[in-house]
């Protein structure tokens, strides 16, 4: 056998498939039509759901809100991955919620599920083998479900408490075979039902920030100037009486481009910059023998350390300054902080 021959024992390259040989002539008008037809489908597939909202979807609104345990959501296939994401969007909303796999459920995971708890099936047929096997359990437990399918006589909506119509004319694409316009109206459905939820519940800015404390919005809606602040032994600070070459040292060791001049109580008499450095070398001051209230400036901006740190960041844009001093309610310094500070906290 010649070395160029392929036995067919011989694993095919990862690249090579049944393709392979004949590469696909590209039309971009023909793409560009493709594409803009599934967005099309898609979008009209989600503007007819606008009309079947009704007291239908109030009754599903109103079952989750009595609910007393959580929202169980489920599906296959790619039924399956939009449950997901509703569960996700519920729990990040105010309304906890997770997913169960059919089934899994079959097999052990039917335990997760109360009779406290609302199920939410996802099924475009509404015909899912494995939804249907554990409809009559769930039922026996008591469990309130609420049917999203594209079929209203389907064997799933019919047992449903409660069947959200999310039918669609056809799905996208040059074959109009793969879940696409169906996918979408069902998501579509259960952001609806989420942000329905977020309303009725009086759901805030603030309770959806706790919800994600890793976020921009979390971060900005979180993160105090308590938390973001130096304090103690990395607190830049000199008393009235300092010469301006201490206070320069104290300025450089502590590295936020600014240092306090307190009292003996560290009740705040004023603040010495970078800035404020620059015009006293200006004018030829001695830094060696002038006491830095001479050259401070006796009107420093300051904020309370349970100021926001993102009121912090227009304060400081808005007076073109580079860092805060913190006060309590008596004026004594407990912190200082600057932009970098802000800036890793990712508040900026």
């Known amino acids: 056998m010649s070395s160029r021959q392929t036995r067919l ?38 503007q007819a759901l606008v009309n079947r909202i009704d007291e239908t979807f109030v009754q599903a609104v109103e079952i989750i809100l009595r609910c007393h345990g959580r929202v169980v959501v489920s599906g296959m296939g ?71 399918t594209g079929k209203p006589s389907s064997s799933l909506a019919r047992q449903a408490d409660v069947h959200l119509d999310a039918a669609v004319e056809r799905e996208a694409g040059p074959l109009g075979l793969a879940p696409t316009a169906s996918t979408a109206a069902a998501l579509a459905i259960g952001d ?42 990395l607190l830049p600070k000199v008393s009235g009486n300092a010469l301006v070459v201490e206070a320069l040292l104290e300025m450089s060791s502590k590295g936020l481009g600014m240092t306090a001049v307190v009292d003996a109580e560290d009740r705040l008499l004023g603040v010495f910059t970078d800035g404020d ?21 006796p009107y420093p901006h300051t904020i309370g350390p349970d100021h926001l740190a993102a009121e912090a960041v227009k304060y400081m844009e808005e007076y073109r ?28």
Do not use: W, Y
């Open 9 to 46: 024992s011989d694993p095919k390259p990862p690249h090579v498939g049944l393709r392979a040989e004949r590469a696909p002539c590209i039309d971009a008008k023909e793409i560009v039509d493709v594409a803009r037809d599934v967005l099309r489908c898609e979008a009209e597939a989600i």
């Open 192 to 233: 609806a039902l989420a942000l329905a939820l977020l309303k009725a519940r009086g759901f805030s800015a603030e309770d959806f920030a706790r919800s994600h404390p890793s976020g921009s919005l979390g971060r900005r809606l979180l993160v105090r100037v308590a938390d973001v602040m130096h304090r103690d032994e």
């Open 321 to 348: 300054i580079n860092g805060l001093l913190v006060v309590d309610d008596r004026g004594r310094l407990i912190g200082a902080f600057n932009m970098h500070d802000l800036f890793r906290a990712g508040v900026v």
């Open 78 to 148: 790619k039924s399956g991955h939009i449950a997901r994401k509703i569960a996700a969007t519920m729990a990040s909303t105010g309304t906890p919620a997770f997913f169960v796999h059919p089934a899994e459920a079959g097999h052990g995971d039917l335990g997760m599920i109360t009779p406290d708890d609302v199920v939410i099936a996802i099924s475009n047929s509404g015909e899912s083998g494995e939804l249907l096997l554990i409809l009559p359990v769930l039922k026996r437990q008591g469990a309130k479900l609420i049917a999203i």
């Open 277 to 297: 450095l620059r015009r006293t070398l200006e004018k030829r001051i001695d830094i060696h023998t002038t006491p830095i209230e001479q050259v401070m400036n």
